[in-house]
């Protein structure tokens, strides 16, 4: 009922940034939480951030506080990752997710989008 599509990502140098965009659409009155995941060939899936839709609060793993900043348009259904700061580590394919719940897996789950951090 809910569909995620992603944009941004791309070859950036050790230091710069890059902003990651996701919109959903479908039936988005019922999302509770948004968030944004990354997984590197060999790794499992990492948590890196999230936010509530109606209250604001934000969770950042530790491996990208600082650096990585979620942000939301609830007019417009989008979310938003401002990385900052990348390095090598960060490549991965990242993943922007959507729930109607506070609580377990996401539900629904954007296509993902490459970012590659080169030395």
């Known amino acids: 009922q809910v569909q995620l599509v992603q944009s941004g990502g791309g070859l950036v140098q050790t230091g710069g940034s890059l902003r990651l965009s996701c919109v959903a659409s479908g039936r988005t009155s019922s999302l509770q939480r948004m968030g944004w995941a990354r997984q590197a060939p060999g790794k499992e899936r990492e948590y890196l951030a999230r936010?509530?839709?109606?209250?604001?609060?934000?969770w950042y793993a530790e491996s990208v506080k600082g650096r990585f900043t979620i942000t939301k348009d609830n007019a417009k259904n989008m979310v938003f990752l401002q990385m900052n700061s990348l390095k090598p580590e960060d490549t991965a394919v990242y993943y922007c997710a959507a729930d109607p719940h506070l609580y377990g897996d996401y539900d629904y789950w954007g296509q993902g989008t490459q970012v590659t951090v080169s030395s």
């Open positions: 936010i509530e839709w109606n209250s604001g609060t934000t």
